[in-house]
């Protein structure tokens, strides 16, 4: 017999999260469904899959993160933001695009799927086919 677990409300607004880089302003902002999917392809594309159809670990690493990063952050500019291009997150320290994917994923909600598990595992495991 199935439990009432009531109604389910939400909004349709994308959670957004402002940043600072450099002194400059930008917005990092949650990924509506295209955007998600794209990104959801884009790891599974990249990754090691075990006889039984697990995810074992990633492939190819290039451009994984700055990619979710560009899909999400946007510069603040006069009159609206513009999105980032991966060119210019690539350039970039480490830290910064990596505490920026950290937190788009967690802004998205992503990172729950045993396929993102994947991303952060075992790096005995990546690239051995």
Do not use: C
Not at 5 to 18: A, I, S
Not at 24 to 35: F, I, M, P, S, T
Not at 45 to 54: D, P
């Amino acid at each position: 017999m199935a439990k009432d677990m009531g109604p389910l409300e939400f909004g349709l607004d994308l959670g957004e999260r402002p940043v600072t880089i450099a002194g400059e302003a930008y917005v990092l902002r949650e990924l509506d469904g295209k955007g998600r999917d794209r990104y959801l392809n884009n790891v599974g594309a990249r990754l090691r899959v075990t006889r039984e159809g697990k995810a074992a670990g990633v492939k190819d690493f290039n451009n994984l993160q700055a990619s979710l990063v560009s899909q999400s952050l946007h510069k603040v500019v006069e009159g609206g933001d513009e999105p980032v291009p991966v060119a210019t997150i690539q350039t970039w320290p480490s830290h910064v695009v990596s505490a920026l994917f950290k937190a788009a994923r967690e802004l998205s909600h992503l990172g729950e799927d045993e396929e993102d598990k994947a991303v952060e595992g075992d790096e005995d495991t990546v690239g051995n086919d």
